[in-house]
């Protein structure tokens, strides 16, 4: 399979009350095994998966968002957030948990892997992306 | 007449069935509950009547239970799960269940059951249980993959 996609997993859902959020990760994860130019949003409901501080010693299920915070290891570089999903909630970018990435043309840099976009340019990444996976 | 890059007008030409392309299903819907499972079904059929190639069907978070062939639902509905066998029988469909998913809510094929030392399995006929890789790799072959969730 030489051939590489532009992959875009679409986050939709809160953390937490669904399976979604954990069951979307999983596909990442094995996904970066397949050498793809990857990306992931967070729209929606979905961009409380990046807010920090979760706890959920209280719900009784795992905590699994330190796995969001490795992503950069399986070398996602790109996590576009939508900048009216955050402001509809009340939310802003210094709620985000961080995620960065190492840069390989830039020394290794450790660089933010977070970019908050408007709806419109959003919409645009959807229609730049060969394959769109929503959950 | 296909080369125009739009991907609006290609979809068009999918529904057309000017142009037969291969094809990916997603489920993540159980059956009963959402309709997704049914309309997944539904494309497939269309889709297949119109020449298209459906390379795999992947059922992924409660998707995983339209596998299970001990469901009896009322004898006058719909076998969702009977359904999906026949469909995988009639046109040589992958049928496949991710396994991590289906670990959680109790789908389990002969293998799975001995290795988790159960009493019993539920993989129904034409099913078989694999990882999220199919599911990816679907994405890299197809010309496009269809989710089909809530």
């Given at each position: 399979m030489s051939d590489v996609k532009k992959f875009l997993y679409v986050n939709r859902k809160a953390?937490?009350?669904?399976i979604y959020a954990l069951e979307s990760l999983e596909v990442v994860l094995i996904g970066a095994a397949f050498e793809q130019d990857v990306a992931l949003a967070f729209l929606d409901d979905g961009v409380y998966q990046l807010?920090?501080?979760?706890?959920?010693s209280e719900l009784g299920v795992?905590?699994?968002?330190?796995a969001y915070t490795a992503l950069g290891d399986y070398d996602i570089q790109k996590v576009y957030v939508e900048r009216e999903s955050l402001e509809e909630r009340g939310?802003?970018?210094?709620d985000l948990i961080e995620m960065t990435y190492e840069d390989e043309d830039d020394d290794w840099a450790e660089k933010s892997s977070i970019r908050i976009v408007s709806r419109e340019e959003m919409a645009q990444i959807m229609r730049d992306s060969d394959v769109i996976l929503s959950f | 007449m296909c080369k125009n890059k739009n991907k609006d007008l290609r979809s068009t030409w999918i529904w057309q069935g000017i142009k037969p392309v291969k094809l990916g299903i997603c489920v993540l819907e159980g059956p009963y509950q959402h309709e997704a499972s049914d309309t997944a079904y539904n494309f497939a059929v269309a889709a297949l009547e119109k020449g298209h190639e459906i390379f795999r069907v992947f059922f992924y978070h409660d998707g995983v239970?339209?596998?299970?062939?001990?469901m009896v639902p009322p004898?006058?509905?719909?076998?969702i799960q009977k359904r999906w066998s026949e469909l995988a029988e009639q046109h040589n469909l992958d049928l496949v269940v991710c396994v991590a998913a289906a670990q959680r809510r109790g789908i389990l094929d002969e293998e799975e059951m001995k290795r988790h030392g159960k009493d019993a399995n539920n993989i129904a006929p034409g099913f078989r249980i694999s990882g999220l890789g199919q599911l990816i790799e679907a994405e890299i072959q197809c010309d496009r993959v269809v989710f089909f969730g809530d």
């Open positions: 953390p937490h009350g669904t807010v920090k501080g979760w706890d959920t795992k905590n699994f968002q330190p939310l802003s970018e210094d | 239970n339209n596998a299970t062939r001990l004898q006058d509905d719909r076998h």
